[in-house]
């Protein structure tokens, strides 16, 4: 079973649009990281997320973590092409002793 | 540019073929990972070098065995592979393993095909 579940797996949408993804677990997490992949590249780190209930933005992204430290969200606002590709959302929980990542959501903006 | 560097980007190799990957880190992290990512299926975990010293090892096939020479450099090296090794090599450096901030630095990868 996946420590940390993302929702959707696969989004498509028009651009100028709004989306929300979604990284949850039954466990606490210390924090949270997000990441973007574009396609044969690595992941770059976007944000980190460390107390509950903390809101972090980065130009149209806002990114959520839950009061219970056991989820985030990400919020894109008028979603642009650019903004095409895998999120990945990874972090350590508190009980464990290595950080992991979720599947992640692929994101499709079309023009 | 993430400061974390791999080579090959893509590499085509033969099941009887030895290669290896190479990664760098420029940014004085001291901990080093190999991941792999295929595709449909989430990343996974292969090597944790901390310190120059391996720290886990995620029940990884004897085919594939790693090699840290220093904080910097991180190799893997690759023999007798089976096509379903034909993945997304991918290397990361962070600060440490135990930190409560797990912020990974990648590379930007290695495509192998295994023919």
């Known amino acids: 079973t996946q420590l940390l579940e993302q929702s959707p797996q696969f989004l498509s949408i028009q651009e100028g649009e709004n989306l929300t993804v979604y990284c949850n677990s039954s466990s606490v997490f210390s924090s949270l990281q997000w990441y973007r992949q574009e396609p044969g590249e690595g992941p770059v780190l976007l944000v980190t997320v460390v107390t509950g209930g903390e809101v972090k933005k980065l130009k149209r992204l806002t990114f959520q973590f839950g009061d219970a430290r056991k989820d985030s969200s990400l919020h894109i606002t008028a979603a642009q092409p650019g903004d095409t590709g895998l999120y990945l959302c990874a972090g350590r929980a508190t009980n464990a002793g290595k950080s992991t990542f979720g599947d992640g959501t692929t994101l499709t903006v079309k023009p | 540019e993430t400061g974390v560097t791999q080579t090959p980007r893509h590499l085509v190799m033969g099941m009887t073929n030895k290669k290896s990957l190479k990664c760098e880190q420029h940014?004085?992290?001291?901990?080093m990972y190999w991941y792999k990512q295929s595709a449909k299926k989430p990343l996974e975990l292969m090597f944790v070098?901390?310190?120059?010293?391996?720290?886990e090892n995620n029940s990884v096939p004897s085919r594939f065995s790693p090699e840290c020479p220093n904080s910097s450099h991180l190799f893997l090296h690759l023999h007798t592979l089976q096509p379903e090794d034909s993945a997304l090599y991918l290397c990361?450096?962070?600060?440490?393993?135990?930190?409560?901030?797990?912020?990974?630095?990648f590379g930007q990868g290695t495509r192998l095909t295994v023919v």
């Open positions: 070098y901390s310190l120059e010293e391996r720290v």
């Open positions: 940014l004085g992290h001291n901990a």
């Open positions: 990361a450096s962070s600060q440490g393993t135990a930190n409560m901030n797990t912020e990974a630095f």
